[in-house]
């Protein structure tokens, strides 16, 4: 089996002395993603700033490739690690591609002479992160998500067999972060590169990540596999979260549904109800939803977002009685919407509802 990579061991991590996170143990493998998440201020960057020796440890050690951190020198550390952190470097006059270009320091000789072969790979990693337009530019003069772009360009041409980075996607457009992401994953996977950082989005946390790291009120709360970690209930609980419902199983957040009497009523089904649930969110409506199947990919909008779902197991029908609560339902409620007209042997009981509630001249449609 392969061995630890990176090991923080009983680590102690604080600033002046005063600790403010304890017990970091925290392992990674070469080739592993490792993801700190939690809340604002809880010491995410601290621990990793303790990580790449910018803040001392008050306890503990952190060890590369089975040897502590405080072992080595400059040079050979920065042959094993490169960081992206979110402090912002202000060099003078550099263009995109001297800033990159300092990547190679670990390798270049005292002079700092740039080779072949170093410029081959610095355009190799401005080319994988997609900066390759930025070349001339002024760093100083540049969007904070190109910034961030070039800085991590730097980092991979360092080479190194571990990274760290700290909110590296905060700043990127969707598209960015979805790149950026994917090339850590197969940096990780292809160079066997291991990579520790600290993120925002959880979502992305839960798809890219091996381990996830939890941080809460200045403790390491829970390390595991995403699966094993961000259930909805603990994601809600870490947070703290009041106004919104995150649904581990998409890694997607939807705002407070609208309470109060329900006087609407979706027949829904097959993802049809989403945009309507939304819809009827924003406009503070509350509605119940039903019939749905608890595997049908609206239950888990539907239950976020609707006073009242009539559900059923999965792979199931609904029995009379269910049947009668829908009917009744339609009879207490105004209006009535089915945004679904496809109609089988699966959900054949929606269509009952259907003709049920267009008998009672209820059905509407959303622009009505
Ligand atoms: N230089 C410093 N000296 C003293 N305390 C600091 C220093 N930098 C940060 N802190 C404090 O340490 C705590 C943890 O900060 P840290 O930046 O590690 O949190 P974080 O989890 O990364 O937060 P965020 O998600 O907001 O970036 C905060 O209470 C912060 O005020």
Same mark, same amino acid.
């Given at each position: 089996?392969?061995?630890?990579?990176?090991? *923080?061991?009983?680590?102690?991590?604080?600033?002046?002395?005063?600790?403010?996170?304890?017990?970091?143990? @925290?392992?990674?493998?070469?080739?592993?993603?490792?993801?700190?998440?939690?809340?604002?201020?809880?010491?995410?960057?601290?621990?990793?700033?303790?990580?790449?020796?910018?803040?001392?440890?008050?306890?503990?050690?952190?060890?590369?490739?089975?040897?502590?951190?405080?072992?080595?020198?400059?040079?050979?550390?920065?042959?094993?690690?490169?960081?992206?952190?979110?402090?912002?470097?202000?060099?003078?006059?550099? *263009?995109?591609?001297?800033?990159?270009?300092?990547?190679?320091?670990?390798?270049?000789?005292?002079?700092?002479?740039?080779?072949?072969?170093?410029?081959?790979?610095?355009?190799?990693?401005?080319?994988?992160?997609?900066?390759?337009?930025?070349?001339?530019?002024?760093?100083?003069?540049?969007?904070?998500?190109?910034?961030?772009?070039?800085?991590?360009?730097?980092?991979?041409?360092?080479?190194?067999?571990?990274?760290?980075?700290?909110?590296?996607?905060?700043?990127?457009?969707?598209?960015?972060? *979805?790149? $950026?992401?994917?090339?850590?994953?197969?940096?990780?996977?292809?160079?066997?590169?291991?990579?520790?950082?600290? @993120?925002?989005?959880?979502?992305?946390?839960?798809?890219?990540?091996?381990?996830?790291?939890?941080?809460?009120?200045?403790?390491?709360?829970?390390?595991?596999?995403?699966?094993?970690?961000?259930? *909805?209930?603990?994601?809600?609980?870490?947070?703290?979260?009041?106004?919104?419902?995150?649904?581990?199983?998409?890694?997607?957040?939807?705002?407070?549904?609208?309470?109060?009497?329900?006087?609407? $009523?979706?027949?829904?089904?097959?993802?049809?109800?989403?945009?309507?649930?939304?819809?009827?969110?924003?406009?503070?409506?509350?509605?119940?939803?039903?019939?749905?199947?608890?595997?049908?990919?609206?239950?888990?909008?539907?239950?976020?977002?609707?006073?009242?779902?009539?559900?059923?197991?999965? $792979?199931?029908?609904?029995?009379?009685?269910?049947?009668?609560?829908?009917?009744?339902?339609?009879?207490?409620?105004?209006?009535?919407?089915?945004?679904?007209?496809?109609?089988?042997?699966?959900?054949?009981?929606?269509?009952? @509802?259907? $003709?049920?509630?267009?008998?009672?001249?209820?059905?509407?449609?959303?622009?009505?």
């Amino acid at each position: 089996m392969q061995s630890d990579y990176m090991v *923080t061991e009983e680590a102690s991590v604080g600033y002046q002395k005063r600790t403010l996170i304890d017990h970091v143990n @925290l392992h990674v493998k070469k080739g592993e993603i490792l993801t700190l998440i939690g809340p604002n201020g809880v010491g995410k960057s601290t621990i990793l700033k303790s990580i790449i020796r910018q803040l001392s440890l008050i306890a503990g050690t952190v060890s590369i490739d089975e040897k502590e951190l405080s072992s080595y020198a400059p040079k050979e550390l920065a042959k094993k690690m490169a960081i992206v952190m979110t402090e912002r470097i202000h060099p003078e006059r550099y *263009t995109c591609y001297d800033v990159v270009a300092t990547g190679r320091y670990p390798y270049t000789g005292k002079m700092g002479m740039l080779q072949k072969e170093d410029e081959e790979k610095i355009e190799e990693a401005m080319r994988q992160v997609q900066v390759e337009a930025l070349r001339d530019q002024d760093f100083e003069r540049i969007s904070d998500g190109q910034r961030q772009r070039v800085m991590l360009a730097r980092a991979i041409c360092q080479e190194p067999e571990i990274l760290v980075l700290d909110e590296p996607t905060s700043y990127l457009d969707i598209r960015y972060k *979805t790149d $950026f992401l994917w090339l850590l994953r197969s940096l990780a996977r292809k160079r066997q590169m291991a990579v520790v950082m600290s @993120l925002h989005e959880i979502d992305l946390a839960q798809k890219i990540s091996d381990q996830v790291v939890c941080v809460k009120e200045h403790r390491v709360d829970r390390v595991g596999t995403p699966e094993e970690v961000m259930t *909805t209930e603990y994601i809600q609980e870490l947070y703290a979260m009041q106004d919104g419902v995150y649904d581990a199983a998409y890694g997607s957040v939807e705002f407070p549904k609208p309470t109060g009497d329900v006087h609407t $009523f979706v027949i829904g089904g097959g993802g049809y109800g989403i945009p309507l649930y939304r819809e009827l969110q924003r406009q503070g409506i509350p509605c119940a939803a039903g019939i749905l199947p608890v595997h049908d990919r609206e239950y888990p909008v539907a239950k976020a977002l609707c006073e009242k779902v009539l559900e059923i197991p999965a $792979f199931t029908m609904p029995e009379d009685t269910m049947l009668a609560q829908a009917k009744a339902l339609i009879d207490a409620c105004e209006t009535v919407y089915c945004p679904c007209m496809e109609f089988g042997v699966c959900n054949s009981y929606n269509q009952e @509802l259907y $003709f049920y509630a267009k008998k009672q001249n209820k059905l509407k449609n959303l622009s009505e």
